[in-house]
């Protein structure tokens, strides 16, 4: 599988021109090799050329690291340096001559400046050619997707357990956190459970605010499963009844993001699936209370290609997988979202989260 990977980014190189790309610790070095290194100060480099060889020069300390994760099964010729060695005069000396080199977009700066002084020409940032290979999901990552949805939503169709007026936000972020853990997860990436106003800021996280009764509940939560692969789910909930407008916009939300998500399909623009959602919540007066985007792709990264946002004209694609996630956000008073993960089939889009899309009262 890696070797294939390693193979396509090849070909890509070719047809935008460029001979090598470089790729340090990211998510884009995991899908390329299996390697999960860690992003330190030491740099681990893996550099495919356009004829599809591969090399990764690693610190000799993260050697057996890098043959523990198999890098030299996929054909990755191995290099490493010790700490008194110029790692980047080392590897261009196996590289050779460099002409048109990228790097990987979250390269840090100055490891990116290192190598464009050993290389002696100018780097470019990887951009498209990473993503478009990593957006379209093969069946088993569409699985794995699955796989974290349901986790996820089993910790959603928890959350009367936790959830009640007269804790606070904090008490109940730690106990989601643990459930996502025990829903499968191996690590927590995020718990936003924002009560009250604070639902009207879309990344609030949690604060010592105390969940009073009938006031509604934003709970964005997400994690990392074994696979590698990420949960992103928002459902919005209130302990008790929740006042009579707030209702009557929650509904105009479940129909934007169903239509959004029904009109979702291979063939169609990113931008499109926005504006779906988009529209009904304009046509009811909560365009201005809409301040993002309606989506983001998953994977390996919470958030990666493709975007759902006016301006991106690309057109889904069978395998790709990305949320659609309208909300409201009105400042001083309350929000809601309603965001689920979907991946396009041949004709469609399967959903990876299958908790309801109502307005849970707890
Ligand atoms: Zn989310
Ligand atoms: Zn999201």
């Given at each position: 599988m890696f070797k294939q990977r390693i193979q396509r980014v090849a070909e890509s190189l070719s047809a935008s021109g460029n001979d090598f790309i470089f790729v340090t610790p990211s998510a884009d070095l995991k899908y390329l090799t299996g390697y999960e290194a860690l992003p330190l100060e030491r740099i681990t480099c893996l550099a495919i050329n356009s004829q599809g060889h591969a090399w990764m020069i690693v610190p000799a300390l993260e050697r057996p690291a890098a043959v523990a994760a198999k890098?030299?099964?996929?054909g990755i010729e191995l290099l490493d340096w010790q700490e008194t060695e110029n790692p980047y005069a080392k590897f261009m000396d196996v590289l050779g001559c460099v002409e048109a080199p990228l790097v990987n977009n979250l390269m840090w700066v100055e490891k990116a400046w290192k190598l464009q002084e050993a290389i002696g020409k100018p780097v470019a940032l990887a951009n498209t050619v990473l993503s478009d290979i990593r957006e379209i999901k093969s069946a088993a990552e569409i699985e794995a997707l699955h796989e974290a949805g349901r986790a996820i939503d089993a910790v959603h169709n928890q959350m009367h357990l936790w959830l009640r007026p007269g804790r606070t936000e904090r008490e109940v972020g730690r106990d989601i956190a643990d459930a996502i853990l025990r829903a499968g997860h191996e690590t927590v990436d995020f718990v936003i459970v924002a009560s009250g106003p604070n639902g009207a800021s879309p990344h609030h996280e949690v604060s010592d605010r105390v969940i009073g009764a009938n006031e509604p509940v934003v709970v964005d939560i997400g994690g990392t499963m074994h696979s590698g692969y990420c949960s992103d789910s928002t459902r919005t909930y209130v302990c008790g009844t929740a006042p009579q407008q707030y209702r009557d916009y929650y509904a105009v939300l479940q129909e934007a993001q169903q239509a959004a998500v029904e009109y979702?399909?291979?063939?169609?623009?990113c931008e499109s699936v926005d504006m779906v959602a988009r529209n009904i919540l304009k046509d009811h007066g909560l365009g201005d209370y809409f301040i993002h985007r309606t989506g983001h792709g998953i994977g390996l990264e919470t958030h990666e290609e493709p975007y759902i946002v006016s301006g991106n004209r690309n057109l889904l694609r069978e395998g790709h997988a990305f949320s659609i996630e309208p909300g409201f956000y009105i400042p001083n008073k309350y929000g809601a979202r309603i965001e689920d993960i979907v991946t396009c089939s041949a004709t469609g889009v399967d959903n990876a989260n299958n908790t309801t899309h109502d307005l849970v009262s707890l």
């Open positions: 890098v030299e099964d996929s979702a399909r291979p063939g169609v623009s």
